[in-house]
């Protein structure tokens, strides 16, 4: 069977430490976090930063102190993200670009976030693709509604390519956003490219468990991390991001799933390969 690419998403920009006390937020905490992971069978972690008060930012030494961190200690693929926090501007969001990670997230479409609106139209998701496309970073496809998967399908078909392969990521369970029930996610992988695609799943809160197992199911890769989800069981809070990730491990190994490492994840996902 093919192996279990593991995303961490391990921070975010919403979590805080009131409701997650072990959110890591200085970039030695995010180093640490990494490694950990990575030592539980983790192969990238989706990287937000914050400001030393924990607020979120997109700011590029901010991104630049927390990958040498995560470098420093493991070999992990670091994907940053360029959604950061509801209200920010385009230019705010690329801003970890410049640093040129192996990959990003970009989100096809504008969605209804809890009682806010995450906003990407048209011009922002054609000008976040062309930077990534430019750079050489792989975008990693954030979908949180069905039509933000044609919206990714006409960026490849209007500019060409950003890698060999596309790489979706389906977030389950924002509330205002499509839910984690079992048939939106069949229905969502039914709907990517058969042949050049890889995809990944979250579920968002309670749905954390659900989007899991389906996922598995379905034969894709899993997202787990305190930005989706602060509870390892109903009412009792995750101690680490690595506890989470030893429990997908454990559960996918039970059913003949190793996990990738990181130099296996860059070939599933043929990162560094031509488009
Ligand atoms: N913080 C959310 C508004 C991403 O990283 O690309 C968006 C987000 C997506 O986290
Ligand atoms: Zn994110």
Known sequence: MEKLIITVAGIGAETTRDVQPNLPVTATEIGADAA????AGAAVYHLHVRRPDGTPTQDRETFSAAIDEIRARTDIIIQTSTGGAMGMS???RL?????KPEMASLTTGTAN???EVFFNDAALMAEFYLR???AGVRPEFEVFE???IDNALRLVKRYGPAGPLMHWDFVLGVPGSMSGEPRNLVFLVDSIPKEGSTWTCTGIGR???PCMLTALALGGHVRLGFEDNVYFTRGILADSNAQMVARVVEIAARCG???ADPDAARQLLRLGDAA
Request: hydrophobic share 35%.
């Open 146 to 148: 069905a039509g933000q």
């Open 132 to 134: 990534m496309q430019a």
């Open 113 to 115: 976030f809890g009682d």
């Open 257 to 259: 799933r190793d996990p």
């Open 207 to 209: 749905w954390h468990v």
């Open 95 to 99: 801003q970890p670009l410049e640093l």
């Open 36 to 39: 950990r992971c990575r030592e």
């Open 90 to 92: 385009a230019d705010e």
